[in-house]
């Protein structure tokens, strides 16, 4: 029986997001695997992962330029020193769980498990074979700290499979197979019953904004663009979901009623029903998170981004910009005249939705395992 542990790190939900879904299909697709899914850096210590997950938290949302500062110094220089060599540190408690269990295979959606396990593997305290998982559409020196040791990268796109080659990374273990994405954003939906269940009209185009605020670069710009949305008039309707935000909720549905256009905008605190959400719309608004990207891309959906995170959610924005599928609404421009112009030409709309089918790696979880357990 092979044994596979996955770690992840709770920064943001993209890494547990991902190791999820690997979980998920190697449990559905594959017999005689032992899985564990584990949070390493709640493992490895309790105190440091509050601390650090809280500062994250913290950073992102009331300070997200000095966080992007802090992104960008971390690939060099003092402060990536001090986050490898506390993580070597770390790794000494990681050891205890993997000589345990003794996996073949250890994947990790997040650098800290891979750094940790690569560092175990360079003092010979470790066999197994290490794969990284990167969950953003730009690298980061962080993910590549002991890469000798590391024996797969699986990656988003082409363009970052040659970044990592640059930067000495040996071609044959990077794959190019995208961000692992859930089977339920691959399954065929109701449409009909899916607008009937949400009040929705099959006559409007329907626009999925992801409201919450919860990190990003502000929520008076978040309110200010779903006030254009709300007004504007090319034959729209809105399911906004605001998340953990209640008082953006609150915000949402007074505008709402202000306007008188309850009928056409469902304001929504939390929905398990992105995959069906997305199936039925036409434009996603949302943070250009590593997820969230790689889920509208493979429901075909054109983006408009809005309040990315300094750093890599920046990255990601310009990725997106650069292959013509999304449209990304900076502080200063006038978010009435672009959504006139987006809404008023159907073709671009077309052209941008072709696109993102084109970029889309759909089946990247599949391939992913399928490398990694077929061989």
């Known amino acids: 029986m092979r044994k596979i542990i996955i770690f992840y790190a709770s920064y943001g939900g993209g890494h547990l997001s991902a190791a999820r879904s690997i979980k998920e299909y190697i449990e559905n697709h594959y017999d005689d695997v032992e899985l564990k899914l584990v949070d390493c850096m709640e493992y490895v210590n309790k105190v440091v992962n509050k601390v650090t997950t809280k500062a994250y938290t913290e950073m992102a949302k009331k300070a997200p330029r000095t966080w992007g500062r802090v992104y960008w110094k971390s690939q060099k220089g003092p402060l990536a020193h001090i986050s490898t060599t506390s993580n070597k540190v770390l790794s000494l408690k990681l050891n205890k769980l993997l000589k345990d ?11 800290f498990g891979t750094q ?15 794969a ?11 993910w590549l700290v002991f890469n000798k040791y590391v024996d797969y990268y699986f990656v988003s796109h082409e363009e970052m499979k040659k970044q990592l080659i640059n930067k000495g990374i040996s071609k044959e273990k990077v794959f190019a197979t ?8 691959l ?14 009209s099959p006559d409007r185009k329907t626009v999925l904004f992801f409201g919450g605020g919860e990190f990003g670069l502000g929520k008076t710009q978040t309110f200010k663009i779903f006030k254009s949305f709300v007004e504007n008039n090319n034959n729209i309707q809105i399911v906004a979901i605001s998340g953990k935000n209640l008082k953006m909720k609150e915000n949402f549905e007074n505008l709402v009623k202000e306007l008188d256009k309850e009928k056409f905008v469902k304001v929504l605190e939390y929905t398990d ?3 069906e959400l997305m199936s039925i719309s036409d434009l996603v608004v949302t943070k250009p998170g590593g997820l969230t990207t790689t889920e509208s891309l493979a429901s075909g959906l054109p983006i408009v981004v809005i309040n990315p995170i300094p750093g890599q959610e920046e990255e990601n924005a310009t990725y997106l910009e650069k292959h013509k599928v999304a449209i990304w609404i900076k502080k200063n421009d006038n978010v009435e005249e672009i959504l006139n112009n987006l809404f008023s030409d159907p073709s671009k709309m077309r052209e941008m939705k072709i696109r993102a089918r084109l970029l889309a790696k759909k089946n990247s979880t599949k391939d992913i395992c399928k490398i990694l357990l077929n061989n």
């Open 187 to 200: 399954l065929k939906y109701d449409k009909k019953q899916i607008l009937q269940n949400f009040g929705l």
């Open 178 to 185: 995208g961000i692992p994405l859930s089977n339920k954003f």
């Open 132 to 142: 990284t998982v990167m969950t953003d559409y730009a690298p980061h020196d962080q």
């Open 101 to 111: 269990f003794h996996p073949n295979i250890i994947i990790s959606t997040h650098p």
């Open 116 to 130: 940790m396990c690569a560092y175990l593997k360079k003092l010979g305290k470790l066999d197994a074979k290490i």
């Open 273 to 275: 029903k992105v995959p």
